[in-house]
């Protein structure tokens, strides 16, 4: 996450363009995956579709989430930063 609340995207691939790949699919990787915001694109939301297809997991720094096992296939995911306050 930036300091102004937008998501640095660095890294998302999808096996294939029928996977639930997002509509900003901006070219392929170096392995032939489908790329979202190579290269650290700034965004303020994305989302994608939930199959297990694609094996969907979202990483944050040294934490993995492994989307499948907590949001049923079929779902669509928006993934989005939201500030709430401690106390």
Request: aromatic share 10%; with cysteine; net charge positive.
């Amino acid at each position: 996450m930036e300091a102004d609340g937008a998501l640095r995207v660095v890294e998302t691939r999808f096996p294939s363009y029928g996977a639930g790949l997002p509509s900003q699919a901006a070219g392929k990787s170096e392995d032939g995956k489908w790329m979202v915001a190579p290269g650290g694109q700034r965004l303020p939301e994305f989302s994608f579709f939930i199959s297990p297809i694609n094996r969907a997991s979202l990483r944050m720094r040294a934490r993995t989430l492994d989307l499948m096992n907590l949001i049923d296939s079929g779902d669509v995911v928006v993934v989005a930063v939201c500030r709430y306050p401690y106390l």
